[in-house]
Nanobody, 125 residues
Framework: QVHLVESGGGLVQAGGSLRLSCAAS????????MGWFRQAPGKEREFVAA????????YYADSVKGRFTIARDNAKNTVYLQMNGLRPEDTAVYYC??????????????????WGQGTQVTVSS
């Protein structure tokens, strides 16, 4: 079991930056693949980025590649999403997810077992 809590969302102008954090409970954080997903109003939840157990393997959606960076600190049980060059189309609720066995390249949300409550990111034009 792992409990996930996201933070760091907010309102930012286009071109700005935000850093999301996801704090995980439990002593086995380093055994989970961690992912970020987002869901805009009226749209399905979509994959953003994922990171493997050690942090050496990462994978990004094409829409955020080169702008967003996922990282993790296993000593702090925390995964981060640094978002630069934000665009209005990045506006969504951002969710942190965890799973023990999912591949980093898996983009299907149903593959992840554990989810946070989400944090709102709004980018104004």
């Amino acid at each position: 079991q792992v409990h996930l809590v996201e933070s760091g969302g907010g309102l930012v102008q286009a071109g700005g930056s935000l850093r999301l954090s996801c704090a995980a409970s439990g002593r086995t954080f380093s055994s989970f693949v961690m992912g970020w997903f987002r869901q805009a109003p009226g749209k399905e939840r979509e994959f953003v980025a994922a990171i493997g157990w050690t942090g050496s393997n990462t994978y990004y959606a094409d829409s955020v590649k080169g702008r967003f960076t996922i990282a993790r600190d296993n000593a702090k049980n925390t995964v981060y999403l640094q978002m630069n060059g934000l665009r209005p189309e990045d506006t969504a609720v951002y969710y942190c997810a965890a799973d023990r066995v999912v591949a980093v390249t898996t983009t299907r949300s149903g593959a992840y077992d554990y989810w946070g409550q989400g944090t709102q990111v709004t980018v104004s034009s």
